[in-house]
């Protein structure tokens, strides 16, 4: 079953708002001691005025921080913070790269190792893969990017 143009069209819309958080993204590094402190810091609130918004212990907003700094806060601690903070939660999974850069990279480490058996042979008859191996490998590649669940579905390794 191939790729439906919604989806094609949702990947690349999904691709372009990525782009954009990739681009600001040096921006969003967390500050010394993590974003609690700073706003609430840059706010002039102290741990007990925190606490109090959160209805909760200064003792917890102590450990809230830290758990923030040492990465083990939950996200919705960190959004119940944001909120008496008097802002939001902001939350993302950004990829390193555009999502299709990554889909035709497996599609083409997958199309290899499909091909391998016939390269193998190749070689153990002293012969080089030939330019058509190469093309039918960029073909076979394109044919999976059709239906890219069966790119994950696919055992991994070489």
């Known amino acids: 079953m191939s790729e439906r143009p919604i989806q094609l069209l949702a990947r690349r819309q999904l691709d372009r708002r990525l782009d954009a958080i990739r681009e600001a993204s040096q921006l ?15 706010l002039g609130m102290t741990q007990a005025h925190l606490a109090d918004r959160m209805a909760v212990s200064r003792q917890a907003i102590s ?7 040492d990465g083990s806060v939950t996200l919705k601690a960190l959004e119940q913070a944001a909120v008496a903070l008097g802002g939001r939660l902001v939350y993302a999974v950004v990829p390193d790269r555009p ?17 391998g058996s016939v390269r193998h042979t190749m070689r ?4 080089e893969p ?3 191996l190469d093309q039918r490998t960029r073909d076979l590649a394109q044919e999976l990017l059709a239906s890219p669940a069966r790119l994950w579905s696919m055992p991994h390794g070489g």
């Open 28 to 42: 969003l590094d967390q500050p010394r001691g993590g974003w609690i402190v700073a706003l609430r810091r840059a």
């Open 99 to 115: 999502l299709t850069d990554t889909l035709e990279e497996q599609a083409l480490n997958v199309a290899a190792r499909m091909t």
């Open 63 to 69: 450990q809230l921080e830290k758990r923030e700094a």
């Open 130 to 132: 030939s330019s058509d």
């Open 124 to 127: 153990l008859e002293d012969q």
